[in-house]
């Protein structure tokens, strides 16, 4: 499959599970979040993402990308805000409003409009995670707003249960970033940044490192390890490159935690993805500065040489007797 299949298949299975996810959690496991908050979540996100298409086509001059395909066309369109909504709802705890969400989605969405970047061939690209800087922004907004507790997640279910659902994430994530995303080092990088920063701050500070690193094995960090910091479109595509970026957030995320700031996973990724934003915009600048600094590197062409008795000639041919003899000699020859 090609690069674009991939990515297809990947938002199709991505936005089932949550889906899954998101009804099994207000039916079994014991979100407490309203049942509206999915709904207005999701029904955010696709306004968001709908409007500003149309906006953005309006002003290229082209047909909106959810027009073409029919209707298979607009569902697959839409995978990617249904997702987004489905995550700032499950996440986020708003208590009994609904705004919130609704504002977490819709700056979600719109970050993918307002912050990019250029791209290789003249395109440009966003690079924040969607899900993850919409409810950034709603954390940084609204301190009557917190992040859903991760008990939520296996509230109704007995010990057995609270053992298989994250073993089931993590075979489940698993797969689909090894078999779609391939995003499997970034995951290594996360998970070993992770543990490091779990052992520097039992070195440095004293903190017991089993209680460091159990934050990892709740389903809550489970599903930002393999259903969010994976995100295909705004992390890093080669292997090292990949890895690197998920140490670098487990270092941003150790440090935050060292400073005592909570919310630290969704700030972590933010900040290393602001990071690689302004890197990419360097990169981008660079290469439309390249022509121009190709072309004025050149060497430029010498003038052909002169002839040495060009000038004499061009001298004589001035003197008046020249002119008279060039005048008559056509007709007397």
Known sequence: MSGNDLRLAALRRFAFAITLLTVLGHTVLGFEQAWAAPLVGVGSA???????????????????????????????????????????????????????????????????????VGAPGGASRHFLNPSNFGITVTLLAFASVGIAQPYMFTEKLDPTGAWVLPVLLVCAGTFLNGRFTHKLPLIAGWAGGFLLQALLRWGLFGNLPLASLMPLTGPALLLFTFYMVTDPATTPMPAARQAAFGAAVAAVYGALLALHVVFTPFFALTAVSLGRGLLLALAARRRVAAPARAAAAAPVAAPLPVPAAAPAMARAAQRPEAAGLAAVEPSGG
């Open 46 to 116: 696709y306004l968001a993402e709908v409007l500003l298409e149309s906006l953005l086509a309006w002003q290229q001059r082209r047909r909106p990308r959810y027009l073409g395909g029919g209707a298979v066309g607009a569902v697959d369109f839409l995978l990617s805000a249904h997702i987004t909504g489905l995550a700032v709802s499950m996440l986020l705890y708003p208590g009994e409003r609904l705004w919130p969400i609704a504002f977490a989605a819709a700056v979600a969405i719109g970050s993918k409009y307002i912050f990019r």
